[in-house]
């Protein structure tokens, strides 16, 4: 099993910066690939940034190219990701997602985070 704890949403402005978290706890499974999805109001769930667990390579979706940047930790077991120039659009309840070794899809996910961005 994989638990996965978000951290770090909260209240901003537009233009300003925010880091997310994600802390990943298990004694069995080893991560494949970890991401960041969102939910905004009256959609469906998106891919926001994902990351390699192995090599570290980054993925982001359009909407945040170039704002965006997703790291890990891999003695720590983290992922952030740090969101710039925030815009009102990205107010979303946040989630953190992990794909492990073996598995072909997203099977493990925190309750996620909830970003609110006033203009």
């Known amino acids: 099993q994989v638990q996965l704890t978000e951290s770090g949403g909260g209240l901003v402005q537009a233009g300003d910066s925010l880091r997310l978290s994600c802390a990943i706890a298990?004694?069995?499974?080893?991560?494949?690939?970890v991401a960041w999805f969102r939910r905004r109001p009256g959609t469906e769930r998106e891919l926001v940034a994902s990351?390699?667990?192995?090599?570290?390579?980054?993925y982001y979706a359009e909407s945040v190219q170039g704002r965006a940047f997703i790291g890990r930790d891999k003695d720590n077991m983290l992922v952030s990701l740090l969101l710039n120039d925030l815009k009102p659009e990205d107010t979303a309840v946040y989630y953190c997602?992990?794909?492990?070794?073996?598995?072909?899809?997203?099977?493990?996910w925190g309750r996620g985070t909830q970003v609110t961005v006033s203009s």
């Open positions: 298990t004694d069995t499974e080893r991560m494949s690939v």
């Open positions: 990351v390699w667990w192995s090599q570290g390579t980054p």
């Open positions: 997602g992990a794909r492990v070794v073996g598995g072909t899809s997203y099977a493990f």
